[in-house]
Nanobody, 126 residues
Framework: QVQLEESGGGRVQAGGSLRLSCAAS????????MGWFRQAPGKEREFVAA????????YYAESVKGRITFSRDNVKNTAYLEMNRLKPEDTAVYYC???????????????????WGQGTQVTVSS
């Protein structure tokens, strides 16, 4: 199965942008649907975005819709989360996740995923 490693987190001012990457290794990346989740201090991990194994379909949480774009490059074995117009409430540790899937399947819950990265911190200052 694949292993995942996130990168690209950091500190940014409100209104700024960041691009997170999730690099996969050790497996057939294109067989996995993927998701991004985030966890703020004292809160449960929450869904941010999901993408099918081909990248043809995406789904976003209402709180980020219109500001975040989830994409993937199955040749580079990497997924990306482009985040714009960031808000202080976007501050969290961001995790990518992967799960073997059939085509066109989106997974929206933490329990749907068995493979997780270690997380990358995003801090948005006001």
């Amino acid at each position: 199965q694949v292993q995942l490693e996130e990168s690209g987190g950091g500190r940014v001012q409100a209104g700024g942008s960041l691009r997170l990457s999730c690099a996969a290794s050790g497996g057939p990346f294109s067989n996995y649907a993927m998701g991004w989740f985030r966890q703020a201090p004292g809160k449960e991990r929450e869904f941010v975005a999901a993408i099918t194994r081909s990248g043809g379909r995406t789904y976003y949480a209402e709180s980020v819709k219109g500001r975040i774009t989830f994409s993937r490059d199955n040749v580079k074995n990497t997924a990306y989360l482009e985040m714009n117009r960031l808000k202080p409430e976007d501050t969290a540790v961001y995790y990518c996740a992967a799960e073997l899937s059939l085509p066109q399947v989106l997974f929206l819950k933490t329990v749907d995923y068995t493979i997780w990265g270690q997380g990358t911190q995003v801090t948005v200052s006001s």
